[in-house]
């Protein structure tokens, strides 16, 4: 029970990330590069995990998409290997 006295919601999605971050830019609310960085960088420290994900850097993991300049999901590598 939360503090108002309320039991609180648990709020979910069918949204993937890269479609996110496609309606982002499409609705003029963010730059491409400024969401990229609010799926990527920014959860990555919020979470705690920015000492190894988030950024594209050497000593990384390198698991990251790759989206074409309409934002389109176009291919995911997990340990640099491709998987989509």
Known sequence: ???????????????????????VVDWGAATAEQAIRMASEIPARMSGVDDCCGVIQA?????????????????TYVGGVPVR
């Open 1 to 23: 029970v939360d503090e108002d006295g309320g039991m609180g919601n648990i709020a979910g999605s069918v949204l993937t990330l890269a479609r996110a971050v496609k309606n």
């Open 59 to 75: 000593g990384r993991a390198a698991d990251f998409n790759v989206m074409g300049a309409d934002l389109e999901l176009e291919a």
